[in-house]
């Protein structure tokens, strides 16, 4: 495994992390040997969300982690509220973190989080100093060791790390989504540590969808729609001659084509089985050369790096 700093946080992180959405439920379910795969092979980044799985994702983790805890950063979120049965609401209030942070260290087995991030807040939220007060208040008592920000913009992403103490941002950037590529300087210029959440753009970075999987319905071809997800299968046949190599599957290439940045600090792949795990664990230390990373740039005329495609 190969460390990288997490910006200036003074927190280390394995450079591939375990992205744990959906832990515990559905097609995620009894990964426990893919996160001792993981631990084995010296991952120590893992994240998570007070909100994934109704408390299940937190929970396996707990249980993985047992017994490990100092080896381990663990990154996880408040702000997003799904009652049982209702609808997901955002809630940033001081109140909300007092209830939710409790809740998330039982579940984590654990009396500190390294990482603790602001769940896709909207940007008036970056205004409202009684929270990040608090959220001070929380590093210096320990409770956490820092705290950060994840979410889909540039801009955002800047005004927190312009007007916070925060110093850690998760954001989407992926070889098919790379309208916040230029964050990445942003971020350097800050030193700020970079989680990339949903590096394989879903898992169409793997090289593994067909027409027929994921089967129609399933709920990532649901959200992109049929015209979106013929897409990602045909341009993962224009990116697959540079990614896939002798020694390099398609989804390690991806990975590396993120890590070749230098302000990058880890990727969280959605793991959902212990071969995935392998495999992610498998793209350490992996590079593009320069001239893969130019040719994906200039591809069709600068088509590739023009994507823009949602989770
Ligand atoms: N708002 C937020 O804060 C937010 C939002 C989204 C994600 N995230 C974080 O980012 C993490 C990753 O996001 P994501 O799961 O949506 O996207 P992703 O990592 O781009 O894609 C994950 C999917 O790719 C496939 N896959 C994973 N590893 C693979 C491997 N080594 N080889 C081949 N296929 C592989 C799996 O799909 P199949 O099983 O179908 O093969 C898996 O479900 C989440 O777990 C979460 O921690 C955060």
């Not at 997901?88 to 007092?98: E, H, I, M, P, T």
């Not at 046949?237 to 540079?242: A, D, N, Y």
Request: hydrophobic share 40%; proline share 5%.
């Amino acid at each position: 495994m190969i460390y990288r700093q997490l910006g200036n946080t003074g927190i280390t992180v394995s450079e591939i992390g375990v992205g744990c959405g959906g832990l515990g439920a559905g097609r995620k379910v009894g990964l426990e040997p893919a996160l001792e795969y993981a631990l084995d092979h010296g991952v120590t980044l893992f994240d998570t969300a007070v909100s994934y799985a109704e408390g299940a994702s937190e929970q396996v983790l707990g249980r993985v982690l047992a017994g490990r805890r100092e080896k381990v950063v663990i990154a996880s979120k408040f702000g997003t509220v799904i009652p049982p049965g209702g609808d997901a609401y955002k809630d940033f209030s001081v109140g909300n973190l007092r209830a939710s942070l409790p809740v998330s260290l039982a579940r984590l087995g654990t009396d500190y989080i390294d990482v603790y991030q602001l769940h896709n807040p909207p940007p008036a939220v970056l205004e409202d100093r009684r929270l990040f007060d608090e959220l001070d208040a929380l590093v210096a008592r320990g409770t956490i060791r820092a705290y950060g920000l994840s979410i889909d913009d540039c801009a955002t992403a800047c005004r927190f790390l312009d007007a916070t103490r925060g110093r850690a941002i998760q954001i989407n950037i992926n070889l098919f989504k790379q309208k916040e590529r230029p964050f990445l300087a942003e971020a350097a210029r800050r030193s700020a540590g970079v989680i990339i959440k949903v590096p394989l753009a879903g898992g169409a970075l793997s090289g593994r969808f067909t027409r027929d999987y994921p089967p129609p319905g399933e709920e990532r071809r649901a959200r992109w729609g049929e015209a979106d997800f013929a897409r990602r299968i045909g341009l993962v046949e224009k990116v697959r001659p540079v990614l896939e190599r002798p020694g390099r599957t398609m989804g390690q290439g991806a990975l590396a084509w993120l890590l070749s940045f230098d302000a990058v600090s880890a990727v969280i792949p959605g793991i959902s089985s212990l071969e995935k795990m392998q495999d992610a664990v498998g793209a350490a230390g992996m590079r593009l050369t320069a001239e893969e990373m130019r040719t994906l740039d200039e591809m069709g005329g600068g088509e590739i790096r023009a994507l823009n495609l949602s989770w």
